[in-house]
């Protein structure tokens, strides 16, 4: 899409073919949602999670911003989008699922490579990505042969150990009502990863 007036025309073939087709549902959702997992994703517009998992409308609860972070929790009287969906989804909607996904190629995660004091990055990006700043050492310090691979992988892991800074959600996983996930999705071999629990890896889910 390259105009609006290419939204424009989506919108009509959203309205003739899968509104349509599923009127009924999406009448259900007008009275509200019930989703089971809340997918925290980068805002790149080549991860949707929607179509990487075939979901319908209504059945994800999805966050999308750059890299994928989730910061630590910070009750400071400031704005925090990503704290305050995540706080929704947990303690109003009560999901049972949480994943990090991040993806192949993020520019997130480069900008964070590029060292996350240059100012070019720019005015929201620089302090936005200091979140990854430790994880980004380590995987300096490692000498990792692809490191934006590396600290795409370690940037999930550091948002999961953050969401278990939020009382609320710390709560719900010790009570067995919530479970932590993360995922990697190759964009250009179109391949899933999931972090094994037990291992702490990222493996190559099966297509069959």
Partial sequence: MESIDDLISGYRRFRAGAYSEQAALYRQLGAG???NIMLIACADSRADPSDIFNAAPGQLFVVRNVANLVPPYQPDGGLHG???????????LEVEHIVVMGHGGCGGISASLSGAGNPAIGEFVTPWVTLLEEARERVVASGSINPQFALELEGI??????LLTFPFVSQSVEAG?????????AIMHGELHWRNA??????VVSTT
């Fill in 82 to 92: 990503v704290s305050a969906a995540l706080e929704y989804a947990v303690n109003v």
């Fill in 198 to 203: 037990s291992t702490g890896r990222f493996e």
């Fill in 177 to 185: 009502r919530l479970s932590l996930h993360g995922a990697w999705f």
């Fill in 33 to 35: 949602q019930d989703p």
């Fill in 157 to 162: 892991e550091a948002s999961l150990k953050n």
